[in-house]
């Protein structure tokens, strides 16, 4: 395939990165507002037509427009049904910003900007069927099924991190109780902390405390350093996981599951932890064929993976 | 669309069933073998083409043979990989059923096979994105999302009996621990109707034993009763099944699952306990999209649907 040009648009409760990339997901160009002065619908999309008018002019073989925003989504229709931290309700803004570019323009939720972008970029050719998890304060999640970002049936699909893990657990934020996100984001692992602390006063997390505080990177140095409670953590939150994935994988018959996010650094404890519940918990016919990969997030991914959804949606035009 | 006839064959431990079916559902002609006496694979092979070109001569338009097969399929090859209660291995049912009879031969696994069949014959235009789940000693599902069947990487997929529920439970036969089946299927709801009984010698549970035994029958007619033991069973029951089909949604953004099998038959208390439990449970963007829909299991639909898998195969050569 030839090279194309995108532009991107990262739209965040704090900053809206903007970004020229290509489709080997290189970034060419970098800028942002901020995202409290376009609070205002008018407002945000005559700033951002401003911003891709005048790229044009620098990139002029800019082949479209692909927008990651945080909330729920019509990707069918262009539309931010709901963003709750921005505030916007029924936000026309693929119509709007059509038609002040000119330019092809789309849009989806920020975690499947994510995964599309992590697998069109790693998986494309490879994997068919993937599942992208984000591990940290939450568990986020996107899938990729036959070749496609898969989205469900209102753009929704995704929340692994609010399966049921145990269902009379702690309630969660979304009003579930024990969801798997509970258990095995950082504030679980930090409560297995806690108490591994307050049952040994000599344990080295105490040792790695960051701003006098622990934190998953304590947790992750006393592993290190051989405090066999800190690994113990890691082990029970890969286990958890596993449990979670097993599930998914006898469910989704999946190839692949993309591990990414802050708690991923404790790979050394995490993955085979993981690899051997899942061994244990799912059929042999699915569990044979899965591949469990920490991958670091690349960086500007928001960016790169909301530009290549152009890619996604007019990818019959390009070939 | 025109009527077009195909073949459907459903191979079961048991029986081959062969007949001929319409794109409408209809049976035109049926007629089975006994599978132990067909264990050999070019015996089955040839009794099968004789059928079938027997059959061709009574229906000559037929556009195809579906064949359903319980066991790890590949589809794409038309191999039965494995089917552990017949026997069979790596074996080339359709280039061989193909080569001997002309016509287009498709393979996919039962539960596939009925799923596509309930989906193609009720859903189609209205949902694309489905589940079929089967309640009765197993729980078996299968799944259509996008408006496919969905098979997975290696033809695994749809294992929803298998997803875990309590994570230190009982064994499964699966050799996970805690399975949804085991707390949700005919044994689990038995299990806890011994529990009542024991606790409880007057329950109406005995009133309505079937060959002096306690079955899912026996506990539909006391809460038919009114009794409060039997009824709890199936709210019990129901909370189970839709913390399972919450962590679903969550996971699919599904927009309707659709149950059969013989438990079912409690869906005066099954269906309001489930749907109480997956609005509690599940966010609230998927929960306002998903019906849950009680369904009977079609006559012959292992028959039917397994027909019909040539339309899934071939639909674009027709339309």
Known sequence: MDKFYYIGIDIGGTKIKIGVVDNLGRVYHRESIITAENLNEDVVVKNLAAIVNRLQKTFPDIYGVGIGCAGLISHTEGIVIFSPNIG????QLVPKLKALTGLKVVLDNDA?????????LNYSGKYSYLMCVALGTGIGGGLILDGCLYRGANGAAGE???MTFIPDGPECSCGNKGCIEIYSGTKGILRSAQAKVANNPKSFILK???DEKITPKSISLAAEAGDKGAQAIWEETGERLGTAFASVINLLNLQAIHITGGLS??????EPSINRTIRKRAFDTPADVVDIIFGKQKKDMGLIG???LVLGKYQQDLL
Chains 1, 2 share one sequence.
């Open 88 to 91: 916007w309700r029924n936000f």
């Open 112 to 120: 499947n900007a994510a995964a599309w972008g992590t697998f069109f």
């Open 160 to 162: 692994i991190g609010h």
């Open 208 to 210: 790695f405390l960051e």
């Open 265 to 270: 650094l404790a790979q050394e404890w995490l």
């Open 306 to 308: 909301s530009g290549l």
